[in-house]
């Protein structure tokens, strides 16, 4: 008697998910895009609130971070009308049912992501209109958004998980590629988010340390648990630091002049953020130490020993680079130093640097850094385990 190879129960599973993987790789692909338009967007719209003002709801960043929300959102709609209505048995079997509907895990994420981003431009708009210009990214209607993105981008990183854990191959490979450009996004998020405890002038601070160790280790190492590829926080970390950067510096060849007052510094072009964190370095003592020590110890036991490689490898990158980031070297366009925002004061500016070289920011440091590591620790415990979970997601 001849058997079919694909008639074994087991064979039939692998040959679902294939089936299931190939049908739903354009809509990872859709929404790691969206999530890259808004990212972009997202570093747009600050440079513009820097440069310009907030002039328009109705601006260009604006457009292209709503863009990305809707591509994501009506993707993932898309694909849940089609897999409920019409989904072939693999596709049904790849997905997950929410109130009678069936999508993968990642459209679900995506279209609550669509809706908190749609939800906040409204109320983004009154709160301007309410309480005018605002000088801080972090507020209501801002988080509310930051919230949104971060659904995007774990949207896009629960699919693209989904096609690499179903796929062998070049195939897998490519869906892990995908992976890295999700993460380096969310990395990018949060970066943007922390931006206002990480301003140059406080980067020996213990108070800079303290945040940075608070989110940073949890996303390198869901990213490097989870992710096939070899090197994966420090490939994120790498794709993460070449988009900010070439940001940063293409951004700046446009002109650009404020158009709401009052205006303190002269601008003739677009001002972008400071220098990014250079994430990269703990990235790769983190790929280095867990390749040799994970499944050799217990999360718990690794956990300690990575929160150490994080801080350290932070600080060891970080501290010194400050100095060249507040000193008259860097005022040019490839280090960004003369980033000022057109509402500083010049008498602002000055303080600014007189308190970054006074050390008062930074007194006292030790006990600092012991939180710091506390809570580093904590972070990569949460990173690991998270990143166990995100290897058997499978739709």
Same mark, same amino acid.
């Given at each position: 008697?001849?058997?079919?190879?694909?008639?074994?129960?087991?064979?039939?599973?692998?040959?679902?998910?294939?089936?299931?993987?190939?049908?739903?790789?354009?809509?990872?692909?859709?929404?790691?895009?969206?999530?890259?338009?808004?990212?972009?967007?997202?570093?747009?719209?600050?440079?513009?609130?820097?440069?310009?003002?907030?002039?328009?709801?109705?601006?260009?960043?604006?457009?292209?971070? %709503?863009?990305?929300?809707?591509?994501?959102?009506?993707?993932?709609?898309?694909?849940?009308?089609?897999?409920?209505?019409?989904?072939?048995?693999?596709?049904?079997?790849?997905?997950? !049912?929410?109130?009678?509907?069936?999508?993968?895990? /990642?459209?679900?994420?995506?279209?609550?992501?669509?809706? *908190?981003?749609?939800?906040?431009?409204?109320?983004?708009?009154?709160?301007?209109?309410?309480?005018? +210009?605002?000088?801080?990214?972090?507020?209501?209607?801002? @988080?509310?958004?930051?919230?949104?993105?971060?659904?995007?981008?774990?949207?896009?990183?629960?699919?693209? +998980?989904?096609?690499?854990?179903?796929?062998?191959?070049?195939? %897998?490979?490519?869906?892990?590629?995908?992976?890295?450009?999700?993460?380096?996004?969310?990395?990018? !998020?949060?970066?943007?988010?922390?931006?206002?405890?990480?301003?140059?002038?406080?980067?020996?601070?213990?108070?800079?340390?303290?945040?940075?160790?608070?989110?940073?280790?949890?996303?390198?190492?869901?990213?490097?648990?989870? !992710?096939?590829?070899?090197?994966?926080?420090?490939?994120?970390? *790498?794709?993460?630091?070449?988009?900010?950067?070439?940001?940063?510096?293409?951004?700046?060849?446009?002109?650009?002049?404020?158009?709401?007052?009052?205006?303190?510094?002269?601008?003739?072009?677009?001002?972008?953020?400071?220098?990014?964190?250079?994430?990269?370095?703990?990235? @790769?003592?983190?790929?280095?130490?867990?390749?040799? +020590?994970?499944?050799?110890?217990?999360?718990?036991?690794?956990?300690?020993?990575?929160?150490?490689?994080?801080?350290?490898?932070?600080?060891?990158?970080?501290?010194?680079?400050?100095?060249?980031?507040?000193?008259?070297?860097?005022?040019?366009?490839?280090?960004?130093?003369?980033?000022?925002?057109?509402?500083?004061?010049?008498?602002?500016?000055?303080?600014?640097?007189?308190?970054?070289?006074?050390?008062?920011?930074?007194?006292? +440091?030790?006990?600092?850094? /012991?939180?710091?590591?506390?809570? *580093?620790?904590?972070?990569?415990?949460?990173?690991?385990?998270?990143?166990?979970?995100?290897?058997?997601?499978?739709?």
């Amino acid at each position: 008697m001849t058997i079919a190879i694909d008639s074994l129960p087991g064979d039939r599973a692998r040959v679902a998910e294939r089936a299931a993987s190939i049908a739903g790789a354009w809509h990872a692909r859709a929404v790691v895009f969206a999530a890259a338009c808004v990212m972009v967007g997202v570093y747009w719209d600050i440079s513009w609130h820097m440069t310009i003002g907030r002039d328009s709801f109705w601006t260009p960043a604006h457009l292209l971070i %709503q863009a990305g929300g809707l591509i994501a959102g009506a993707s993932s709609g898309y694909v849940a009308l089609k897999t409920t209505l019409a989904g072939t048995p693999a596709e049904r079997a790849g997905s997950v !049912n929410f109130w009678g509907f069936r999508a993968p895990l /990642g459209a679900w994420v995506s279209i609550w992501g669509c809706a *908190a981003m749609l939800s906040s431009a409204p109320f983004d708009n009154w709160w301007h209109d309410a309480y005018g +210009l605002d000088v801080q990214i972090i507020s209501p209607p801002h @988080m509310i958004l930051a919230l949104g993105i971060v659904a995007i981008t774990l949207g896009a990183l629960l699919l693209t +998980l989904a096609r690499q854990n179903q796929t062998a191959g070049r195939d %897998q490979e490519h869906f892990a590629w995908l992976f890295t450009m999700a993460a380096a996004f969310w990395i990018m !998020n949060v970066w943007v988010m922390l931006s206002e405890y990480s301003y140059k002038e406080f980067m020996h601070s213990g108070l800079y340390y303290r945040v940075s160790a608070t989110y940073y280790p949890l996303v390198l190492l869901t990213t490097a648990r989870a !992710n096939k590829l070899r090197w994966p926080a420090t490939k994120a970390a *790498a794709t993460y630091l070449a988009l900010t950067l070439g940001l940063m510096w293409f951004l700046q060849i446009f002109p650009a002049e404020p158009k709401l007052g009052p205006i303190y510094q002269r601008i003739t072009h677009m001002v972008t953020m400071d220098f990014p964190a250079l994430l990269i370095v703990p990235a @790769m003592g983190l790929d280095f130490v867990r390749r040799r +020590l994970d499944g050799r110890l217990r999360d718990l036991a690794l956990a300690p020993i990575l929160g150490v490689v994080f801080v350290a490898g932070f600080m060891a990158a970080e501290w010194p680079f400050a100095d060249l980031l507040i000193s008259p070297h860097s005022r040019n366009w490839f280090f960004n130093g003369n980033n000022y925002v057109y509402f500083m004061t010049n008498q602002f500016v000055q303080r600014t640097h007189e308190f970054a070289h006074s050390g008062i920011w930074a007194a006292p +440091l030790p006990p600092q850094l /012991g939180i710091a590591l506390g809570l *580093a620790t904590v972070s990569a415990y949460l990173g690991l385990k998270w990143g166990t979970w995100m290897t058997r997601v499978r739709r």
